[in-house]
T-cell receptor, first 113, second 115 residues
Framework: EPEVTQTPSHQVTQMGQEVILRCVPI?????FYWYRQILGQKVEFLVS????????KSEIFDDQFSVERPDGSNFTLKIRSTKLEDSAMYFC???????????FGQGTRLTVV | GDSVTQMEGPVTLSEEAFLTINCTYT??????LFWYVQYPGEGLQLLLK?????DKGSNKGFEATYRKETTSFHLEKGSVQVSDSAVYFC??????????????FGKGTKLSVIP
């Protein structure tokens, strides 16, 4: 069964460093998403991406965040200068078309120290 | 804004016990409602959904009914198994924008089923 794959499963980074979280969505999917869950809190929407541009973003998704689909298969989330409060589980999701459900990856746990 | 409140965990049950995980929501209009499940080491998987009032979503023995009058979508299963041990997330998707797929999640409820 096709699945969304995220790497790495766990990343530790120092405060102020740049980090790139990687996702490989399902191959025929067109819409891509990032969500995050800070430990003990709710899963929160960050951004949606379609046709090589951001279609929606939340207040959390400030100038420190960016997304890219560099090569037609990967979908990345970059945090330019990580802060302690960026520590969270980050989930990638993708779906094929309107009115279909999204498939989620297993998440990347980011720890900023 | 939209919000989802679900029962705090963790919940520990014996095998074959009855499960209820409460979920209530606040949203404008008529959202679609979902339950997602996350098994250890895996991603979020859609368990069931309901798109309008009084719809019942069901899958793998789990059920939830969209109750508009109580703004609830409680998850139930008559007889849980050890393999049901996971974290369960209630979520809603507001009806906004043709391309919108912004899910609003609850905090998640961890279920442990012991033999």
């Amino acid at each position: 069964e096709p699945e969304v794959t995220q790497t790495p499963s766990h990343q530790v980074t120092q405060m102020g460093q740049e980090v790139i979280l990687r996702c490989v969505p399902i191959s025929n999917h067109l819409y891509f998403y990032w969500y995050r869950q800070i430990l003990g809190q709710k899963v929160e929407f960050l951004v949606s991406f379609y046709n090589n541009e951001i279609s929606e973003k939340s207040e959390i998704f400030d100038d420190q965040f960016s997304v890219e689909r560099p090569d037609g298969s990967n979908f990345t989330l970059k945090i330019r200068s990580t802060k302690l409060e960026d520590s969270a589980m980050y989930f990638c999701a993708s779906r094929t078309a309107l009115n279909t459900e999204a498939f989620f990856g297993q998440g990347t746990r980011l720890t900023v120290v | 804004g939209d919000s989802v409140t679900q029962m705090e965990g963790p919940v520990t049950l014996s095998e074959e016990a009855f499960l209820t995980i409460n979920c209530t929501y606040t949203a404008t209009g008529y959202p679609s409602l979902f339950w997602y499940v996350q098994y250890p080491g895996e991603g979020l998987q859609l368990l069931l959904k309901a798109t309008k009032a009084d719809d019942k979503g069901s899958n793998k023995g789990f059920e939830a009914t969209y109750r508009k009058e109580t703004t609830s979508f409680h998850l139930e299963k008559g007889s849980v198994q050890v393999s049901d041990s996971a974290v369960y997330f209630c979520a809603l998707r507001a009806r906004s924008g043709a391309g919108s797929y912004q899910l609003t999640f609850g905090k998640g409820t961890k279920l442990s089923v012991i033999p």
